[in-house]
C-alpha cells in the first residue's frame, strides 16, 4: 500500500499549483485523506482533510478560501488546489492516508512560493 505526491514546484506569491496524491494498494474510499505540510525547523502542519465519501472537508485557518481539497474514488486520488499562494506556504507537501489503526504516508512534494 501507497501514496505518491506529485505537482509540487516553484510558483510566485499570488499564483497556484495542483499537488495530486495517487493512491493504491488499499480500499481507497473507506479512507480519511489528509494533507499535510512541514517548514524547516516547524512542526508537520494539518492543512486540509476530506472523507471517504468525499462529503466533508475541513481547513486550516491559513489556508481557508484559498486551497481546496477534492478526492475521486474511481481514480484513487487526492487533489489539492492551493490559490493565492504566499511566501509562508512554502514547505514539503505530504500525502496521508488513515482508517482505524492504518496509516500511509507519501514522500512528499516541495512547494516553494518566491518571486
Known amino acids: 500500500a501507497q501514496v505518491v505526491e506529485s505537482g509540487g514546484g516553484l510558483v510566485q506569491p499570488g499564483g497556484s499549483l495542483r499537488l495530486s496524491c495517487a493512491a493504491s494498494?488499499?480500499?481507497?474510499?473507506?479512507?480519511?485523506m489528509r494533507w499535510y505540510r512541514q517548514s524547516p525547523g516547524k512542526e508537520r502542519e494539518l492543512v486540509a482533510t476530506?472523507?471517504?465519501?468525499?462529503?466533508?472537508?475541513n481547513y486550516a485557518d491559513s489556508v481557508k478560501g484559498r486551497f481546496t481539497i477534492t478526492r475521486d474514488n474511481a481514480k484513487k486520488t487526492v487533489c489539492l488546489k492551493m490559490n493565492s499562494l504566499k511566501p509562508e506556504d512554502t514547505a514539503v507537501y505530504y500525502c496521508?492516508?488513515?482508517?482505524?489503526?492504518?496509516?500511509?504516508w507519501g514522500q512528499g512534494t516541495q512547494v516553494t512560493v518566491s518571486s
Open positions: 476530506v472523507t471517504g465519501d468525499g462529503a466533508w472537508t
Open positions: 496521508n492516508a488513515a482508517f482505524l489503526k492504518y496509516s500511509y
Open positions: 494498494g488499499f480500499t481507497f474510499s473507506s479512507y480519511v
